[in-house]
């Protein structure tokens, strides 16, 4: 959930981290702080985001030499964010210094135990008691630091991705992992470690990805060794990156949110690039065809997600039972890893992740991999942890997506779920011939219909403007837009902390027309032609109770533009592909209305962007 970025090598180690927390901050923004290697061991840290660090550190510019150093930029669990719970951590002696994202679960019986034998701490953090563990075990065993680590390690229950720092040892630096991600970037004379690739790009694209367990020891003069906590030495092949370093900035527009919304149109047609023909009539994916036949004898496809990735699974579920005539569940990745599921060999997996990393769906496919299913990964982040432990995968190639708020990888895991339910139903025979061409031939024009959509920005903000002060607010969908409904409930109140809540509209009647008056907006996704009427009706309900309709209709629907008290039209295409268009003014409408309430669109309060952490 934190960031952790760290280099060694010829140039001044603090522009490089500074900037690299920057990247990063949108792992966690409570708190930040960096440690410089320069003789002693230097540390500053603050509550509240990097440039409030940049500021306190300004007055310190003297004590910012050095060519070797780490940072951090944090969300808090163990403690609250303070300058005293901000990483670094150091040992009681002020000699090793560490950063820390994840949790260490016996951090309690650690701490105890450390308590005993006389040692002392400033914060209410696991990631201290960790600093210390090593302090006490190197002092009891006269271990050099890396067996220290190590053997510290052995000790800890839990997630972790660290990097320590040892004043004596000014030319290392060490690093490790387990269930948190931590890439190892190889540069000119100069390496890096970090959470992820961003801070690293801008230097080189040469990576190695560690692997749960892994130790790197890294020194200044180009060497270093990966090991296990075992000793046994880890071969890693060094990968290159494809990425842009234009690709983290904002491109001019105003925030990250706002340019991955309008880079849509783009990002849809990237997740399509060489797996569908509609001319041809064909859609297939690499990762599925080499295993199509036992994937197509599936007797059950179970998807796996959190978050938003959820509300992606809920599309696929109605898109692989229509289509492919499987059935098909969808679990929240959190509940199923504490259940004991029933998982058979002949199950279908897909687990949906946009960074990769998410906690809880690593240890789920854990879990159905133990049991012999057959996993499927769809991801975004190129060489993350699922895309490693899956059997199989498809990248949706949205690039980075900085915002907190997910929108474009949504819409990409939609595509490659509408990809995948149309080649599977192809192959098993589910669907006509006609119909399946139509739809090929349909998915192809999304990203133009897309882009028309977003010509309604004007439209959408001053519907936000009309309900911006709202304290709560209902979304409603049929069918494909249910979820739908569920993903524009929750962008409105991650980013504008409006309660809201998204229902399918037949239950409305089942306790939350209650809350419906003359203050409570309704958004109304009224795009289903299968179920025109009954929304209609569902429409009436609302308005008889005074409530503020904001419909999304096809251009076409006369009937409810006319019911609705703010309606926003977008192009009519086949009923299982809506939510890719549906969603598109539900982001927007969210980003117009958390900015109108002075809210930090990029950074909404108490939550990060990859949950590493359970």
């Known amino acids: 959930m934190c960031g952790i970025v760290a280099y060694i090598g010829e140039k001044s180690a603090y522009p490089i981290i500074i900037e690299g927390l920057k990247k990063m901050e949108y792992r966690g923004y409570d708190s930040a702080g960096i440690a410089l290697l320069n003789g002693s061991i230097e540390v500053f840290k603050k509550k509240g985001k990097v440039h409030d660090l940049e500021k306190f550190i300004a007055e310190e510019e003297s004590k910012l030499d050095g060519t070797s150093g780490m940072g951090h930029t944090r969300w808090a669990t163990h403690g609250a964010p303070n300058d005293i719970n901000a990483h670094p951590h150091t040992s009681g002696n002020g000699e090793i210094v560490l950063i820390h994202n994840g949790i260490i679960e016996n951090y309690s019986t650690l701490k105890n135990a450390l308590l005993d034998l006389g040692h002392t701490f400033e914060s209410e953090t696991d990631t201290e008691v960790l600093v210390h563990l090593i302090e006490e075990i190197q002092k009891q065993y006269e271990l050099p630091i890396e067996a220290a680590v190590k053997k510290s390690l052995e000790k800890v229950v839990g997630a972790y991705a660290i990097v320590v720092m040892d004043k004596k040892n000014p030319d290392l630096i060490i690093g490790a992992r387990n269930s948190s991600p931590l890439v190892f970037g190889l540069g000119e004379n100069e390496f890096f470690l970090a959470s992820d690739a961003s801070p690293i790009i801008k230097y080189t694209n040469k990576v190695i990805y560690l692997e749960d367990e892994d130790v790197i020891t890294i020194h200044r003069d180009g060497k270093y060794n990966i090991t296990n906590l075992q000793n046994k030495r880890t071969n890693h092949e060094i990968k290159e990156l494809d990425l842009k370093l234009e690709e983290l900035e904002k491109g001019g527009y105003d925030h990250f949110m706002l340019k991955e919304i309008f880079q849509q149109p783009d ?348």
């Open 267 to 614: 990002t849809i047609q990237q997740s399509m690039n060489g797996r569908i023909n509609s001319a041809e009539g064909w859609a297939v994916l690499g990762g599925m065809s080499q295993h199509i036949k036992r994937i197509s004898k599936s007797n059950r496809i179970i998807l796996m997600a959190c978050g938003t990735s959820w509300h992606s699974a809920l599309i696929g579920e109605y898109l692989f039972e229509e289509i492919a005539r499987i059935p098909t569940e969808v679990e929240y990745a959190s509940e199923f890893r504490y259940r004991n599921p029933i998982v058979k060999e002949d199950d279908f997996i897909i687990a949906l992740s946009q960074s990769g990393e998410t906690a809880d769906t690593l240890a789920a496919i854990e879990i159905a991999k133990e049991k012999d299913a057959f996993v499927y990964g769809i991801v975004n982040v190129v060489g993350s942890s699922i895309a490693r432990l899956t059997d199989s995968g498809s990248y949706i190639h949205a690039g980075p997506e900085i915002g907190v708020a997910s929108t474009k990888a949504f819409t990409g895991q939609v595509s490659i779920l509408t990809l995948m339910a149309l080649y599977l139903g192809h192959e098993r025979g589910k669907i006509s011939e006609g119909e399946y061409r139509e739809l090929l031939a349909e998915l192809e024009v999304i990203p133009s219909k897309v882009k028309r959509i977003l010509e309604l920005d004007d439209q959408i903000k001053y519907i936000a403007g009309e309900i911006k002060n709202a304290s709560n607010a209902l979304y409603l969908g049929r069918g494909y837009n249910f979820p739908v409904a569920l993903e524009g409930a929750l962008k409105l109140k991650e980013i504008s902390y409006i309660h809201a809540e998204g229902y399918p509209a037949a239950e409305m009647k089942h306790g939350p027309i209650a809350l419906i008056d003359m203050y409570m907006p309704v958004i109304v996704i009224a795009t289903n032609q299968s179920a025109h009427e009954k929304i209609a009706s569902n429409i009436q309900e609302v308005k008889a109770r005074k409530g503020i309709v904001i419909a999304i209709i096809t251009e076409e629907d006369t009937k409810i533009r006319e019911m609705a008290d703010f309606f926003i039209e977008i192009p009519s295409t086949k009923e299982p592909l809506t939510p890719l268009l549906s969603v598109i003014p539900l982001q927007l409408l969210a980003y117009h209305i958390a900015l109108m309430r002075g809210c930090d669109v990029d950074q909404p309060r108490n939550l990060a962007k990859s949950v590493t952490v359970e």
